[in-house]
């Protein structure tokens, strides 16, 4: 639950922890009802500075004189920057041509630059962190959505080399196959000339048996030789075998190839301060609130409500 919207309970005394409070020590920092202050200031009443609790921490505690301990500075010198009390300035120890400030106008000062450096704080400066701070969280939580992407990109372009790979591979392999059914071709086509002049010798060997065993003239006249054809050997087929002769890819090159990714890229983009208007909801504004206590200020009207904390007023 957001604490501006939590109940608060009103401020109850610090002694009795039951009554409503009404005064204030501005020396001790207690909250006090009317019965508990004389049990307060019993002991020693200068040690306490009792006041109204609407007036809490409205009376300044000036500090001790270093020079003099029994006094306290109601003076500062601008120029030495330093505390003086009034048995200072009395024993002309300091120079009286410097310029003296009061404390309580200083101390007013000061307590009203910060309550507005509070206010500015709270209200503009811790509102444009938080919207920073959400920002990157959102930006934390969507890093793995974003490089996720980046992944699926390069899966897919490693698909698509291996696509094209495959390819490439497939007809290099398809050109081995048709080499291999050509280189087949010729050797079969020669092999084929061999056995038909090795059955053209049978034939030839079988016809000379016939004549060396006849003894007929005219075929025997009639011969003539074919063993000069014969000693004339079919040329010697020789087909060189395809290689593969891998393209050398240097790593850089393969890189280039595959791709790049491009660096990270950190620039400070300067941003400019803008007020915030507060938005109220309408049904904020609307809502009954519910009554826990009342007090009574003596007042006809409403005046000086103050939050203490989150919990008391």
Partial sequence: MDPDFIPQDVARCDLCKVAIVQSYCDICHVNLCKPCIGELISDDYTKHIIVPFQLRRSTPIYPKCETHPNKTCELQCKDCNIFLCSHCLASKQHNKDHELSKLEDVFNQKKDQIQKDREEIKLHFLPAYEDIATELENKIA???????????????????????????????????????????????????????LQSLMQETIHTLNEKEDSNEVNPIIRYISKNQEFSKLPPKVNVSMPKFIPQQIEKEDLCSFVGKLTPLSTTLEERVFTTKKPNTSVSELLDEPDVLNTIETGLEALRSVTCLTEEEI
Avoid: G, P
């Fill in 142 to 196: 969507s890093l793995d959505v974003d490089y996720n992407k980046l992944t699926v990109e390069l899966s897919k372009h490693r698909e698509e080399l291996h696509r094209e790979i495959d390819n490439v591979i497939n007809q290099r392999q398809k050109e081995i196959d048709e080499n291999k059914v050509k280189h087949l071709s010729i050797l079969k086509k020669h092999l084929e000339e061999i056995k038909q």
